[in-house]
């Protein structure tokens, strides 16, 4: 067995601290990897604190990994050692049912294997996340991450980035193209760099006026107020594609009347509570659609971070140490941070060694 350690959980009104495991000894078709970067995700937060009721303690989050590959398998081809490596959201899935062969293993019928409080199916437990110093993936899990981008920004794109590259992609958006993001925190930051490289005109929506400028640095074309009615009404029937990165239950229709004939509006936050019904005859009298859209197969997210390495864009983040974490997820609940933290993994190491 590998010997690890990192931060957990050790129940939901426990904060994150210490902790020594073990993960899997590499298979044939491992590969090992020291983490450098890792991201935090709001996900880890709802987990962590089992806000989602389905948490397996200990945990330990993280799912925004970049690092060095310092071993592999027998059978490994992908990857060697040395070798500047990413894994994201999942580590396995089934391999066989429609979505998987579709390279879909995001929406896999039997359920993906999450990259922490997911079933560990080489090992009896659970599997654990990258707020730790090193990590065990099939290598068909492992994603290839370019040396000529900044490392740390590198690693929130393994969530933020391919849930919103996802949709983006997938409705089609690109050159003459009206496109809507609504938020600009982690997701929304990143969809309008996306959008912007796309080709789109990018219009951001906010509550915060003191956004304005931030949302224009990163590539908006115009930034709206949603709680000034003028500003709303103006884009009325215009937009091709709104993507929607609000975790906060709030009203859909003021987003859904800005659509264009066949538009569609697109969700990417996961509320505690539903959002208050859409008013239907917002949808069938332009024809318009409401969708969801859930992070990115395995081939699309290598695609994003190609995109992402063509055109120079990482994550704008905000780097901690490891024992700052509990204060983050703190600064997490209040929007302060601009707009990702990422963990120095080298932190826990130097921690370790104190101890």
Known sequence: MLKSVGYAAKAADKPLDTFQFERREVTPN??????????????????ARDEWHNTIFPIVPGHEIVGKVTKVGDKVS?????QTVGVGCMVDSCRTCSSCEEGLEQYCENGFVPTYNGEEKHIDGVTYGGYSDNIVVHEDFVLKVSDKLDLAGVAPLLCAGITTYSPLRHWGVGEGHKVGIVGLGGLGHMGVKLASAMGAKVVLFTTSPGKVEDAKRLGADEVVISKNEDEM???????????????????LDAYMTLLK???????????????????????????????????GGIAETQEMLDFCAKHNITSDVEMIDM??????????????????????????KKGKDAA
């Open 323 to 348: 024992d700052y974490i509990n204060e983050a997820y703190e600064r997490m609940l209040k929007s302060d941070v601009k707009y990702r933290f990422v963990i120095d993994m080298a932190s826990l």
């Open 30 to 47: 491992d590969v090992q990897i020291e983490i450098l970067y890792c991201g935090v995700c709001h996900s880890d937060l709802h987990q």
């Open 78 to 82: 992908k990857y060697k050692v040395g």
């Open 233 to 251: 009404k103006a884009h009325t029937n215009s937009f091709d594609f709104i993507l929607n990165t609000v975790a906060a239950p709030h009203d």
């Open 261 to 295: 004939r066949d538009g569609s509006m697109t969700l990417v936050g996961v509320p505690a509570e539903p959002h208050p019904s859409p008013q239907i005859m917002n949808l069938i009298f332009k024809r318009r659609s409401l969708a969801g859209s859930l992070i």
